[in-house]
């Protein structure tokens, strides 16, 4: 196979990269130290038409490929981890359902303003007792004429309380297993919807995550998102691109600490001459690069391959999982080339260590991606 981005892709890449350089670099430290959001960078990105990349223009979106977006969210993770899944949880995993699945008045209502990144958007899946098992959902939505009555409660929420607009998965027909989830959109500020607290967090700390509360939340009937009873397919499929999105968002952590680790290894003399030049550090340097160029091929073509309509499942779960492995490795090594600098707060390669790990935790753990990869390539087996 013969990969190549465009000029066109290069062009973007380094847009977003010098506003990743110019505008979040600067505030990346204090963004983790303070738990914080980027409010201001968010905003620029809608400006800039990035909210929206892959959807079409008659709905507020950039119109560019799904190749474009993973470059996307790569850039943003290069500098700041928190800022890229932002992007990503925004587009693929909370506006992609209303875009792939959502009617006409929903794309209008919802779509176009998340595209425009006049709103922000997020995806209720997990919950305290549906985590990998996502078809263990508990959450119920009550048909009950004119609306559902939507009651439960979600984990774990990238992007909330930030975001106006979620995409929530609830049992309509109960005792008849994931068939019986549907998909909804739920606005924030309804009543009955309220949020958990912030967590602290290990990583990504200038993305929000938030525990979604709901209580009698009276959603209207034209809120269901596709049929009754199609929410965990909408789910699984929206994950398939989802998984795009977080291995680009590893590919960018690496990218930036490898980076990071191969300028300090050229400048950082010891023994009389640059680290970069001993062996020890030279292997590692080499392997580090080696698996940014795997991880970087398995996220693109993957990102093709979604691109194409073609089925891309599988390979989504690849990138997802090698991006992320590696990521973890990567971060490693350079933490281990910087030395005892590497381990101080206010070092980027610090900051990037910690926010690699969520990446091998979220979007489905790399456990859950091994059972989808291994599925399509054995085929389903009697349970
Ligand atoms: N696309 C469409 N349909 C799919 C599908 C896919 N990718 N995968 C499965 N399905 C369908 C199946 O065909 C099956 O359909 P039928 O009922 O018609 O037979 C149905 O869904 C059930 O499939 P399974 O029996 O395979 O489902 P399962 O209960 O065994 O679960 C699983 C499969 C892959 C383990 C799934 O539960 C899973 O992906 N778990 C991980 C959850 C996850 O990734 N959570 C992430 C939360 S979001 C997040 O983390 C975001 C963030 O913070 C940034």
């Known amino acids: 196979m013969l990969f190549q981005t465009t000029a066109e892709h290069e062009q973007l890449r380094a847009k977003i990269r010098s506003f990743a350089e110019e505008e979040i670099k600067p505030i990346a430290f204090s963004l983790d130290q303070e738990n914080q959001f980027p409010d201001e960078a968010v905003k620029k990105l809608g400006e800039m038409g990035l ?115 979620y995409v929530v998965f609830a049992v309509t027909t109960p005792d008849i297993g994931t068939r019986g989830i549907s998909a909804f959109i739920v606005e924030k500020g309804w ?28 959603v209207p009937k034209e809120n269901l998102l596709g049929k009754e009873g199609e929410g965990f397919k909408i789910a699984m499929s929206t994950l398939d691109g989802g998984r795009i999105g977080i291995a680009a968002q590893a590919l960018g952590i690496a990218q930036g600490a490898y980076e990071q680790a191969l300028d300090y290894a050229k400048e950082r003399i010891q023994f009389g001459k640059p680290i970069a030049a001993q062996q020890g550090i030279s292997f590692k340097l080499a392997d580090m690069a080696t698996k940014l160029r795997c991880a970087r091929f398995l996220v693109y073509s993957a990102a093709e391959l979604k691109e194409a309509h073609s089925s891309y499942s599988m390979e989504a779960a690849m990138a997802k999982m090698y991006a992320s492995d590696i990521a973890l490795e990567v971060t490693n090594d350079a933490v281990q080339i910087f030395g005892g600098t590497g381990f101080l707060k206010g070092m980027d390669v610090e900051r990037m260590y910690r926010d690699a790990k969520i990446t091998t935790i979220y979007e489905g753990t790399n456990e859950i991606q091994r059972v989808v990869i291994a599925s399509h390539i054995i085929g389903r087996m009697k349970k």
């Open 51 to 165: 909210m929206g990349i892959p959807y079409p223009k008659e709905y507020g979106g950039a119109g560019l490929d799904i190749l474009s977006y993973a470059i996307a969210v790569e850039e943003l993770a290069r500098i700041d981890g928190g800022s890229g899944v932002i992007l990503s949880a925004h587009v693929s995993l909370g506006s992609f359902p209303i875009f792939a699945y959502g009617n006409e008045e929903q794309k209008k209502k919802y779509l176009t303003p998340l595209a425009k990144g006049e709103k922000i958007a997020a995806f209720g899946l997990t919950e305290p007792n549906a985590g990998s098992d996502a078809g263990g959902t508990e959450t119920t939505a009550i048909d009950k004429g004119d609306y559902y009555l939507l009651n439960g409660g979600k984990i774990f929420i990238t992007n909330a309380p930030k975001a106006d607009t």
């Open 191 to 218: 009543e009955g919807f309220e949020f958990g607290d912030h967590y602290d967090k290990l990583g990504i700390r200038s993305s929000t995550t938030a525990e979604l509360i709901f209580n009698d939340v009276k």
